[in-house]
């Protein structure tokens, strides 16, 4: 029976300690694509907020042998400069965000705990915790830093589900989150 015992010991640490890393890498997961879903939300409220009228000459102004310049124009919201701007802050922002975890899944999402026009909002869903908001600005921080290129492309044109798009597809940064409905984080 003690043997038994000794044996049973190794095998059941075994488990509890896989069972622990497994739940890490999810959380770590659950972070990451938080993050990510977070920073597609508040990139498109940047963009949304610059009058779409405003305009921005790109291109060469050299002079083409013909007498032409490659001169064109675009929204100003759009461009380049605008998104590497807004790329810069994006992450302060990760402040306003919650921790949700479903109770069903265990799985955690990050919703947003601060209101942008100031009304009052219902927090009894979300978590306030120091912990999860600086893992959030920090996951936040390494996508900007490791996907820059991408973050460019997605919004330098205006498309939909740019959530699903750059987060689950490009980026595999969220396996589950195309089952997650498109307004959650």
Same mark, same amino acid.
Not at 55 to 82: H, K, W, Y
Not at 97 to 115: L, Q, V, W
């Given at each position: 029976?003690?043997?038994?015992?000794?044996?049973?010991?190794?095998?059941?640490?075994?488990?509890?300690?896989?069972?622990?890393?497994?739940?890490?890498?999810?959380?770590?997961?659950?972070?990451?694509?938080?993050?990510?879903?977070?920073?597609?939300?508040?990139?498109?409220?940047?963009?949304?907020?610059?009058?779409?009228?405003?305009?921005?000459?790109?291109?060469?102004?050299?002079?083409?042998?013909?007498?032409?310049?490659?001169?064109?124009?675009?929204?100003?919201?759009?461009?380049?400069?605008?998104?590497?701007?807004?790329?810069?802050?994006?992450?302060?922002?990760?402040?306003?965000?919650?921790?949700?975890?479903?109770?069903?899944?265990?799985?955690?999402?990050?919703?947003? !705990?601060?209101?942008?026009?100031?009304?009052? &909002? #219902?927090?009894?869903?979300?978590? +306030?915790? %120091?912990?999860? /908001?600086?893992?959030?600005?920090?996951?936040?921080?390494?996508?900007?830093?490791?996907?820059?290129?991408? !973050?460019?492309?997605?919004?330098?044109?205006? &498309? #939909?589900?740019?959530?699903?798009? +750059?987060? %689950?597809?490009? /980026?595999?940064?969220?396996?589950?989150?195309?089952?997650?409905?498109?307004?959650?984080?």
């Amino acid at each position: 029976m003690r043997e038994a015992a000794l044996l049973l010991s190794p095998c059941v640490l075994l488990v509890c300690l896989l069972l622990s890393c497994s739940q890490a890498a999810r959380q770590g997961q659950d972070i990451r694509c938080g993050a990510c879903r977070a920073l597609v939300d508040e990139m498109e409220w940047a963009i949304s907020q610059v009058d779409p009228k405003k305009m921005i000459q790109t291109g060469s102004f050299r002079i083409n042998p013909d007498g032409s310049q490659s001169i064109r124009e675009v929204p100003l919201a759009r461009s380049e400069g605008n998104l590497l701007e807004l790329m810069e802050n994006v992450c302060e922002r990760m402040a306003d965000y919650g921790e949700h975890t479903d109770p069903s899944t265990n799985r955690k999402s990050y919703i947003r !705990i601060k209101s942008r026009s100031g009304e009052a &909002m #219902d927090l009894s869903e979300a978590a +306030l915790d %120091s912990r999860a /908001t600086s893992s959030l600005k920090f996951a936040c921080e390494t996508i900007v830093e490791q996907n820059e290129d991408e !973050i460019i492309e997605f919004f330098s044109h205006e &498309m #939909d589900n740019v959530k699903d798009k +750059l987060c %689950s597809k490009r /980026t595999d940064l969220c396996d589950h989150a195309l089952k997650m409905p498109h307004d959650e984080l």
